[in-house]
């Protein structure tokens, strides 16, 4: 009975000190409030009545007294470049590099997302020199990769390889890097070579082949270093081993291989190479570039065997394509001449679609090959090998 009343004495005090707790808070949630500059309240306004320039300029009076709001302004610049207003973004985050008290880390950041809007706006100058300036500062270095790999897409970019060899040593050895730096002397060579200064390019391909010996595109080059000096005997012996090698390169080099068995008066040696390695392989780019000079060194009868012989080993609408195109040549007014069109009409448009390559990282598709992924700038991301024929091979290895 005695706790009993003991326990209403104390039961309104608890209320009580509750009530008072609350009531401090709430004071404190004004005072804080109100301690707030005007500018915050008028730039929040501004939002909400989508006036973005005006809310700038508010936000900017409120980051010369207040510190806490850094954070909303990366999120307002990260707003607008979402949004693709990178001129405001670009206001967003000078007005932050402007103040003279930021922290390091936080200026750091400004000057990284300063660059990217300057890159996303398409001023290359302009966000080439932010990088280089937020490389140089001694006090930066959690940001330093990522400007490090801006200024190499700057520089591929605009094709200013030197400069982007310059970067590319300064980074991490991965395998893709040491990929992109060959190339760069690959891109470099084949300046030079434009220019006929052929002792730079010797350079650039012997550097391009030292940081990757089993380059492809480095012997394609060769070659054609070799050939473009008249040394097309040379030329062709480079080729000739690329191809027992790497197999794989041979759809890259068969027209090189083939003018090079013209230039040396030898078209029939090289109608062989292609039809054998045609029979091999069934490749695409192998069967145009055989057609192709079958048509100025072979002999008509022999055409029409041969195809049905490809078709016969690799069966594939580009092969069928191409053989029911010779018969309706040979006898286009029969009856089966004309079924033969119907046909080819019906898989033409589907052996188009087939007739392309596409990027092993991203997916885009193209109609010629590209050592370097127009979409997502990988280098050596397209297989060499055409849709049908990537198609087929991963049907091959379903069955298995």
């Known amino acids: 009975m ?7 004495l104390v039961l309104p005090l608890f209320f009580g ?17 109100q301690e707030l500059p005007k500018s915050y309240f008028k730039g929040l306004n501004h939002l909400l009545n989508e006036e973005p320039d005006q809310a700038i300029d508010a936000l900017i009076d409120v980051a010369r007294v207040d510190t806490g709001t850094i954070d909303l302004y990366f999120a307002l610049g990260n707003l607008f ?15 932050l590099l402007d103040r003279p008290d930021l922290p390091d880390d936080s200026r750091e950041a400004a000057m990284s997302k300063l660059g990217t809007a300057f890159l996303n706006g398409g001023l290359f100058d302009r966000a080439e020199a932010t990088f280089k300036a937020l490389l140089d500062d001694p006090k930066a270095s959690t940001m330093r990769a990522h400007a490090q790999a801006q200024l190499l897409h700057i520089y591929q970019s605009q094709q200013e390889w030197q400069q982007a060899i310059g970067v590319a040593r300064t980074m991490n050895r991965a395998v893709e890097q040491t990929i992109a730096l060959s190339h760069f002397h690959c891109e470099l060579a084949i ?7 052929y002792l730079m390019a010797e350079g650039e391909l012997d550097a391009a082949l030292e940081l990757r010996p089993s380059s492809i595109r480095g012997f394609v080059l060769r070659g054609r270093w070799y050939s473009a000096q008249g040394r097309v005997s040379e030329g062709l012996a480079v080729w000739l081993g690329l191809a027992k090698s790497q ?11 083939m003018s090079a068995y013209e230039s040396l ?11 054998e390695e045609l029979m091999s392989t069934g490749s695409v780019d192998v069967l145009n570039t055989w057609l192709t000079a079958h048509a100025k060194h072979g002999q008509a009868p022999e055409l029409l065997p041969q195809l049905s012989a490809v078709f016969a080993a690799h069966p594939s609408l580009n ?10 040549s040979d006898d286009a007014s029969s009856e089966a001449a004309r079924e033969d069109a119907l046909i080819q009409q019906l898989i033409k448009k589907q052996v188009q679609q087939l007739s392309k390559y596409r990027c092993a990282h991203c997916g885009f598709e193209a109609a010629r090959y590209y050592w370097q992924c127009p979409a997502c700038s990988r280098w050596e991301s397209y297989p060499p090998k055409r849709l049908e024929e990537l198609n087929k091979r991963e049907r091959s290895r379903v069955q298995m």
């Open 2 to 8: 005695d706790f009993e009343a003991w326990w209403w």
């Open 17 to 33: 000190l509750g009530w008072l707790a609350r009531s401090s808070d709430a004071r404190r949630q004004i005072k804080e409030t």
């Open 81 to 95: 470049t979402t949004r693709g207003e990178i001129e405001r973004a670009i206001r967003v985050y000078q007005s």
């Open 191 to 197: 300046e030079a070579m434009a220019r006929q200064d």
């Open 247 to 257: 197999p794989a390169a041979v759809p890259l080099l068969v027209s090189d291989v």
């Open 265 to 275: 008066g030898t078209p029939q040696q090289g109608l062989h190479f292609l039809y």
């Open 319 to 328: 092969a069928l394509d191409k053989l029911l195109s010779q018969r309706l």
